[in-house]
């Protein structure tokens, strides 16, 4: 069974800090994905990455920044927290062939004070 | 560009009613269609997928929707629905050339006793 995995359930930071969210898959893929859950505007994405080294930005990539150094892991940065970025974030994974589906995390529910 | 449209934000039925929840996309190629199940707390989990073939697919637990190309739609449907399916239900399509999906703003199914 694939499992990705969220290095926080839940976390709490404050305004300005840098704030680092990890996620790690078990499966080989090639594709990995950060996306923003908000009630009411469903998942938007913040980045995605086909490969080790190489990221594409998503719909809302702004504040944010990411790196994959591995291919199991890819982690989401972001620079200068701001209470606006107050979300639950989930980390997914998929092999790099159409129609694939993508397996998330259990998410990271972050509070920004 | 590609669209997702969950119709209902929040479908409440009575536990054994039927329930159909709907979903449109907007798209000029061929597209794969997922439906995906988050419970409370929890990560997306893949609840039923259309690539090609049948336009009916079902899961295991149920569920089915049926692919009709005309309406563009994909509405997932169950016969007789349990307390334990309440959660919120999204879907998301695909394209062929992109690993990207986009996905709806949810539907959030609550079975009352």
């Known amino acids: 069974d694939v499992k990705v995995t969220q290095s926080s359930r839940y976390l709490v930071k404050r305004t300005g800090e840098k704030v680092f969210l990890e996620c790690v898959q078990d499966?080989?893929?090639?594709?990995m994905f950060w996306y923003r859950q908000d009630p009411g505007l469903g998942l938007r994405l913040i980045y995605f990455?086909?490969?080790?080294?190489?990221?594409e930005k998503g719909d809302i990539p702004e504040g944010y920044s990411v790196s994959r150094e591995k291919k199991e892991r890819f982690s989401l940065i972001l620079e200068s927290a701001s209470t606006n970025q107050t979300s639950m974030y989930l980390c997914?994974?998929?092999?790099?062939?159409?129609?694939?589906?993508?397996?998330f995390g259990d998410g990271t529910r972050l509070s920004i004070l | 560009a590609q669209s997702v449209t969950q119709l209902d934000s929040q479908v409440p039925v009575f536990e054994e009613a039927p329930v159909e929840l709907r979903c449109n996309y907007s798209?000029?190629?061929?597209?794969?269609l997922f439906w995906y199940v988050q419970y409370p707390n929890q990560g997306l989990q893949l609840l039923l997928k259309?690539?090609?073939?049948?336009?009916l697919v079902e899961s295991i637990n149920g569920f089915e929707a049926e692919f009709n190309k005309s309406q563009t739609s994909f509405h997932l449907r169950k016969p007789s629905v349990h307390i334990s399916d309440t959660a919120e239900y999204f879907c998301?399509?695909?394209?062929?050339?992109?690993?990207?999906?986009?996905f709806g703003t949810g539907t959030r199914l609550k079975v009352l006793a």
């Open positions: 798209s000029s190629v061929s597209v794969y």
């Open positions: 499966m080989d893929h090639e594709n």
């Open positions: 997914a994974s998929s092999f790099r062939r159409q129609g694939q589906p993508q397996h």
């Open positions: 998301a399509v695909g394209t062929s050339g992109t690993y990207k999906y986009i």
């Open positions: 259309y690539l090609s073939g049948s336009t």
């Open positions: 990455s086909y490969d080790v080294k190489m990221k």
